[in-house]
């Protein structure tokens, strides 16, 4: 196996987003476009920041206007840092509020775990390895 680092999984996840595994929430509220990639992907892209590192699964309310436009996915890594691969995704003034760690489900997802696992696949097709799935306990 070769060794990756951080930057090689950061590269490997943004190459694997597509229309394909954006998210039908996001995608009814704005099509998916090559240039704002991760648009829709952070549920899944945090579940697999979480299978490599560990750590918190974070989730936030993303508001726009005083409305509440869906959850916001992100890390919180066994040392504490909190990892967001996908913040730029909000390019329409939103803001994240009410964070909070969860719970990563056991087993297959309940929501998205056909869109997870093909981007996990596609990852895999950049790095050749990830470790299996987290399950939580």
């Not at 952070?42 to 936030?60: E, H, P, Q, S, Y």
């Not at 504490?80 to 003034?93: A, K, N």
């Not at 964070?99 to 869109?115: D, F, K, M």
């Not at 950049?126 to 306990?137: D, K, Y």
Request: proline share 7%; glycine share 10%; net charge negative.
């Amino acid at each position: 196996m070769i060794p990756w680092n951080l930057l090689d999984l950061d590269k490997a996840i943004r190459a694997s987003w597509a229309a394909d595994t954006c998210s039908p929430d996001d995608l009814a509220r704005a099509s998916w476009q090559s240039g704002n990639p991760a648009w829709g992907h952070c549920d899944i892209t945090a579940l697999i920041v979480n299978d490599v590192f560990g750590g918190d699964l974070m989730v936030g309310e993303v508001h726009l206007n005083g409305e509440q436009h869906g959850f916001h996915w992100w890390n919180r890594l066994p040392s504490g840092v909190e990892l967001d691969l996908t913040h730029e995704q909000f390019q329409g003034g939103q803001t994240v509020i009410a964070a909070r760690v969860v719970q990563r489900p056991p087993g297959p997802l309940p929501w998205r775990w056909e869109e997870y696992l093909l981007l996990r696949e596609r990852v895999i097709e950049h790095l050749g390895h990830l470790p299996e799935p987290a399950v939580s306990g």
